[in-house]
């Protein structure tokens, strides 16, 4: 119980969204009678999903700092979208992209401005809707992240992706 | 036997395209390729983070304290909550708790011209407090959801030409400190984190799309001039390094656009 009340805690500090989250949900296990709080902002689930997902990135020896900005879209499946990001040499920059529907297969690459695909480091996690790939840039410039779904479901997806730096 | 090897990788090849490899190349001309609206720019800490990599510098030269004179133009005053941000950014790099205070403070006075106090308030309460503490980890974090916040509310009062006028000033005051630390000690390394082309055309097409009465007068013709200016300057060698005289010159026209900027 104590474990999970840290986590918590943590988890707050880190993403003021579940902060929101929180706030909404103990209210409802409370009596009708009370006030409702005034929910700031809208819960995005799915960038929650990428969120968890980097949380183990964000912490420890050297760790990612997660930017606040971020994309979001919907897309088909057998589609990609590019998202244009300038990125600095010498750093390095973690992408997590998460999508709805838990049996979404997802691709997540970095191109140069050049449009050649770059080395980079996938990371894979349990569930295949949450994917996340690491980039050293050789070159301070433009890059694109191309995301993808793959034909395995049938339905669109919204997609979220967040990024972050060390 | 043939035919089993064919229907053997022609099943091999259907099941193939569900976990189809993402191609080696892409055509960036190609008019189908859908590309993303939602621009992120990066924030100064990103960039003086790989500097930083090259060895210690000197970001304490880099903080100001200017005084702000508001008037009734809300996209000036727009472009100073991004130079604020920016500014607090710097301030933290150096960590100058008296400067982040400062920074701040001034952050709440321009939300509440801008008409976004509520949602940033906290954010910049925080910033006041842990930078009291010297927590420069919390303080970085807040310094971003400020800027974030402040964006999503404009987008929600349909304020967008801020939106872009934020982001603009942001840029700005994080391009001005990098070319002044890269002026006073020159490398040739360091110097392509200036390498920002495709970024200084994004901002300036972003800024030429605003409505005219967002861009009206003497300080907006010289926004555009010297973004212009900045598309000149930012183009690197093969190597990807930008020559010290456009460092040089990429620092004095960002302080002079900056000054006007605050000086208006």
């Known amino acids: ?166 | 036997m043939i035919k089993q090897c064919l229907i053997g990788v022609l099943i091999a090849g259907g099941l193939q395209t569900g976990y189809a490899q993402s191609p080696d190349r892409i055509n960036l001309s190609d008019p189908n390729l859908v590309i993303v609206d939602d621009s992120v720019i990066p924030i100064p800490l990103e960039i003086f983070a790989s500097l930083d990599k090259l060895g210690a510098q000197n970001w304490s030269a880099q903080v100001e304290k200017r005084d702000i004179v508001l008037d009734t133009n809300r996209s000036r005053t727009a472009m100073l909550f991004g130079l604020i941000v920016s500014d607090g950014f710097i301030a933290v790099q150096a960590e100058d708790k008296d400067g982040v205070k400062r920074m701040g403070r001034e952050v709440l006075r321009l939300a509440s011209v801008l008409g976004i106090s509520n949602s940033v308030e906290s954010h910049a309460n925080s910033i006041i407090t842990h930078a009291g503490h010297g927590e420069w980890d919390v303080v970085r974090k807040e310094l971003d959801r400020t800027r974030q916040t402040a964006i999503n509310q404009m987008k929600q009062q349909q304020d967008e030409e801020l939106v872009d006028l934020v982001s603009l000033g942001g840029w700005l005051g994080g391009t001005e400190a990098l070319s002044a630390v890269l002026k006073e000690n020159y490398t040739l390394e360091g110097s392509d984190l200036l390498n920002q082309i495709d970024l200084v055309k994004q901002l300036k097409s972003d800024f030429n799309s605003l409505p005219k009465r967002a861009r009206r007068g003497k300080l907006f013709s010289q926004v555009e001039k010297t973004l212009t200016h900045l598309e000149s300057l930012m183009i690197s060698d093969a190597s990807g390094s930008i020559s010290e005289g456009k460092v040089i010159e990429i620092s004095l026209s960002t302080k002079n656009l900056v000054n006007a900027i605050y000086e208006s």
């Open chain 1, 1 to 166: 119980m104590k474990a999970d009340s840290n986590l918590l805690l943590f988890l707050k500090r880190l993403f003021p969204s579940i902060l929101v989250a929180s706030a909404f949900l103990s209210v409802s296990a409370q009596d009708s009678k009370e006030e409702a709080p005034v929910v700031l902002e809208k819960i995005d689930p799915i960038k929650l999903a990428a969120q968890r997902a980097a949380l183990g990135d964000l912490t420890g020896e050297k760790p990612f700092i997660l930017r606040e900005s971020g994309w979001k879209g919907t897309i088909n499946p057998g589609e990609a979208r590019l998202v244009q990001i300038q990125l600095f040499r010498r750093n390095e920059y973690q992408f997590w992209l998460a999508m709805g529907d838990r049996k979404a297969e997802l691709n997540l690459n970095i191109y140069d401005g050049e449009g050649q695909k770059v080395e980079s480091e996938e990371i894979t996690y349990d569930e295949s809707n949450v994917v996340s790939t690491r980039v050293k840039p050789a070159l301070t410039g433009v890059y694109y992240v191309r995301i993808s779904l793959k034909t395995t479901i049938e339905d669109p997806q919204e997609w979220s992706m967040i990024y972050a730096y060390r």
